[in-house]
């Protein structure tokens, strides 16, 4: 290269000599000249607002989907089973559904060709089907938007069921019955005594019962625990059925049956009152052995 080609080789590269040196980086909006006294600095960007339909929360809508999802998950946590409910829990679960059965046999009309067994309370599979149609339906009819599909289904599996209920569960029950007609169980005393005495726990094996009373050993108004009704028994604020019958004490006006680990209070007007009745017969009954022991342990006269 000759001294002649070096000013056409810099202005190539750096343009005229009254021009700021090219840069090789990507041009950019240039500012005018001597204009920059007057430029200010630009500020630093203000973090955009969150947009409409995020919420309060500030969170995409994702996200407070998911936030919503977990809130129900928490309160719909699924159907609670028999043997992980403490007494008290399945104390008050089993008239709810007693109840309950009692409206599904009237309102439907199950007492024609005793489509629902009066011994369902007797059969654990019946129990449990009749606890699940139950949750499902207060489900359908207690949710917010209507489902006039959803209640189809389940007026199905309700059809299902009867048929399973006589085929399945109760094939020998019916055999030498005859149907009566329409039978109105909420009006049928006999009805509900055989269902309220039904047991809710039967068929459950031994070893969840006993993982859920570890759990659940605690006192309550439907529950006392062996060592508590020991301590009232012991203290005169209990009092056995009798000497020779001590499954069942009486103890602040209501009746205690020991099951499940430890005294579960009796409810039901019906058995409370018999347990009564059977309490008077026991205590004459105690009172005549005494009186034959304290006899025959007379000394002889001479």
Same mark, same amino acid.
């Given at each position: 290269?000759?001294?002649?080609?070096?000013?056409?080789?810099?202005?190539?590269?750096?343009?005229?000599?009254?021009?700021?040196?090219?840069?090789?980086?990507?041009?950019?909006?240039?500012?005018?000249?001597?204009?920059?006294?007057?430029?200010?600095?630009?500020?630093?960007?203000?973090?955009?607002?969150?947009?409409?339909?995020?919420?309060?929360?500030?969170?995409?809508?994702?996200?407070?989907?998911?936030?919503?999802?977990?809130?129900?998950?928490?309160?719909?946590?699924?159907?609670?089973?028999?043997?992980?409910?403490?007494?008290?829990?399945?104390?008050?679960?089993?008239?709810?559904?007693?109840?309950?059965?009692?409206?599904?046999?009237?309102?439907?009309?199950?007492?024609?060709?005793?489509?629902?067994?009066?011994?369902?309370?007797?059969?654990?599979?019946?129990?449990?089907?009749?606890?699940?149609?139950?949750?499902?339906?207060?489900?359908?009819?207690?949710?917010?938007?209507?489902?006039?599909?959803?209640?189809?289904?389940?007026?199905?599996?309700?059809?299902?069921?009867?048929?399973?209920?006589?085929?399945?569960?109760?094939?020998?029950?019916?055999?030498?019955?005859?149907?009566? *007609?329409? &039978?109105? #169980?909420?009006? @049928?005393?006999?009805?509900?005594?055989?269902?309220? =005495? %039904?047991?809710?726990?039967?068929? !459950?094996?031994?070893?969840?019962?006993?993982?859920?009373?570890?759990?659940?050993?605690?006192?309550?108004?439907?529950?006392?625990?062996?060592?508590?009704?020991?301590?009232?028994?012991?203290?005169?604020?209990?009092?056995?059925?009798? *000497?020779? &019958?001590? #499954?069942?004490? @009486?103890?602040?006006?209501?009746?205690?049956?020991? =099951? %499940?680990?430890?005294?579960?209070? !009796?409810?039901?007007?019906?058995?409370?009152?018999?347990?009564?009745?059977?309490?008077?017969?026991?205590?004459?009954?105690?009172?005549?052995?005494?009186?034959?022991?304290?006899?025959?342990?007379?000394?002889?006269?001479?």
């Amino acid at each position: 290269m000759t001294n002649d080609d070096a000013p056409r080789w810099k202005a190539a590269v750096f343009g005229n000599r009254d021009e700021e040196p090219r840069s090789l980086l990507p041009e950019t909006e240039a500012e005018p000249r001597g204009t920059e006294a007057l430029t200010e600095p630009k500020p630093f960007a203000v973090p955009s607002v969150p947009r409409q339909g995020r919420g309060h929360s500030g969170l995409p809508p994702r996200a407070v989907r998911n936030q919503r999802r977990g809130q129900r998950g928490a309160q719909h946590a699924g159907i609670p089973e028999w043997h992980a409910m403490d007494p008290a829990q399945r104390q008050a679960a089993w008239p709810q559904l007693v109840s309950w059965v009692t409206w599904l046999h009237d309102r439907y009309e199950l007492s024609v060709e005793t489509r629902l067994p009066r011994c369902w309370s007797q059969h654990p599979g019946l129990i449990e089907e009749l606890w699940a149609l139950k949750v499902w339906r207060e489900e359908i009819y207690g949710a917010k938007g209507p489902s006039g599909q959803a209640a189809r289904y389940w007026h199905n599996e309700l059809r299902q069921l009867i048929t399973s209920a006589v085929m399945f569960y109760s094939r020998n029950c019916r055999s030498g019955h005859k149907s009566d *007609g329409v &039978v109105r #169980a909420v009006t @049928s005393p006999e009805i509900q005594s055989a269902w309220s =005495a %039904g047991d809710p726990l039967a068929g !459950i094996p031994a070893h969840l019962l006993a993982t859920a009373k570890k759990e659940n050993m605690t006192d309550s108004d439907l529950f006392l625990t062996t060592s508590t009704m020991a301590a009232h028994i012991s203290s005169g604020r209990a009092t056995p059925m009798s *000497g020779s &019958v001590t #499954a069942f004490a @009486s103890y602040d006006s209501f009746w205690w049956k020991q =099951a %499940g680990g430890g005294w579960v209070k !009796i409810t039901d007007v019906v058995v409370s009152q018999g347990l009564d009745f059977r309490r008077s017969h026991l205590a004459e009954a105690d009172a005549r052995v005494a009186a034959f022991t304290a006899s025959s342990n007379r000394p002889a006269e001479s």
